[in-house]
């Protein structure tokens, strides 16, 4: 009898599995191309030389997939920026942003991948992420070695990304990412190795999914996406985005760069801090300066893991200054720069830091 049960249950299992993967649909996924090392050629295969970031068009690329690609997805592609995404602008967010948007809200378009250069993808990420409007599956690729390079990795991760975008399991989670098997999320992704091909990691909690040929598997179970019906920032509403820049913490650190920051129009501050945030006396000062003045002032970490905590050595409330949690600071720039789009009350910036 338990025998018997067994097999029951193991048959609908695998026919469980069976109609997750295979009896979808075939989706129409499209695919806008930015550039970066995924698309970057150069002149050596062993990258003794330099290779040249965003040379190679989208069109291209998916000639090199094999075939069976086609089995997964109907494509289409469109290239919207050749550029390596060292030169990543908030204005190409706007205009990347409100493509996506439009994409989604098609019918004809059931997923969206976006080839990114690595070096800021995780930013695009959480960008797209906090403006874009759809439950529909987005997905950032790139890849760390040029398409001309020795066991380049981009073919197999943009094939992987398609599979993972066609797949309905990818559905309601935000924007991902895909990079070297593993699936990120926006909300917890950082770029962790200079070179290494398995560079992306989460920040504060691990991939959250696998891809292994054609299959798909989410491993934690994530928070279903909080905005997918209204994003916190709906890209149709941003006209334009501030000047938030970052600074870094060190030893011997003095307010110079931050007064130079605040003569130069930053409308607020990420302060990469040492340790919890923290700044020598200097620093201080200039950023109560700062603060004076209406500059918004974020303390976050040059420590890569752990969060920037509000009730520790710095007296945020006294300050007015804000704490960046579990964002570092490329994160908080973000967050603050959607934010001041809102508003400028300091216990509002607060909550989205904890919130986004
Ligand atoms: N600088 C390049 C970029 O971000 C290299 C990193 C990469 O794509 O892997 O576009």
């Not at 040029?146 to 990795?153: E, G, I, K, M």
């Not at 905005?227 to 985005?241: D, G, M, R, V």
């Not at 700044?279 to 969060?307: C, H, M, Q």
Request: hydrophobic fraction near 40%; charge should be positive.
């Amino acid at each position: 009898m338990i025998n018997r049960l067994f097999h029951i249950v193991a048959l609908t299992m695998c026919t469980m599995f069976f109609f997750t993967s295979i009896t979808y649909a075939k989706p129409t996924v499209y695919i806008l191309a930015t550039g970066g090392t995924i698309a970057g050629a150069g002149t050596s295969s062993t990258q003794k030389t330099e290779y040249k970031s965003g040379s190679v068009l989208i069109n291209t690329l998916l000639n090199a997939l094999p075939e069976d690609i086609k089995e997964i997805a109907n494509l289409q592609a469109e290239q919207v920026f050749k550029i390596g995404s060292q030169n990543m602008q908030p204005e190409y967010w706007l205009t990347l942003a409100k493509k996506v948007n439009s994409l989604v809200a098609s019918k004809e378009v059931d997923a969206v991948v976006i080839t990114h250069g690595t070096d800021t993808l995780e930013e695009t990420a959480l960008f797209l992420n906090l403006t874009v409007q759809t439950t529909k599956p987005i997905i950032l690729v790139g890849a760390m070695r040029s398409s001309t390079s020795l066991s380049a990795d981009g073919p197999k991760n943009l094939y992987d990304a398609i599979v993972v975008a066609a797949n309905p399991q990818s559905a309601n989670r935000g924007v991902l990412a895909v990079m070297n098997d593993t699936i990120l999320s926006a909300s917890d992704i950082m770029k962790s190795d200079t070179t290494a091909v398995q560079t992306f990691t989460g920040i504060n909690t691990s991939a959250i999914g696998k891809v292994w040929g054609k299959n798909v598997f989410y491993l934690n179970t994530v928070e279903k996406r909080k905005y997918s019906t209204t994003p916190p920032f709906p890209i149709t509403s941003i006209k334009a985005l501030p000047q938030v820049d970052i600074l870094y913490g060190y030893a011997g650190a003095t307010g110079k760069a931050v007064d130079s920051a605040v003569a130069n129009g930053a409308q607020a501050i990420v302060y990469a801090g040492v340790g919890n945030g923290n700044f020598s006396d200097s620093v201080e000062k200039s950023l109560i300066n700062a603060s004076k003045k209406g500059v918004v002032i974020v303390r976050s970490s040059r420590v890569p893991y752990g969060a920037t905590t509000q009730w520790n050595e710095v007296d945020d409330e006294k300050y007015g200054f804000i704490a960046s949690w579990w964002n570092n600071p490329q994160r908080a720039r973000i967050i603050i720069m959607l934010g001041l789009t809102k508003t400028k009350n300091k216990q509002e910036l607060q909550k989205m830091m904890l919130e986004y």
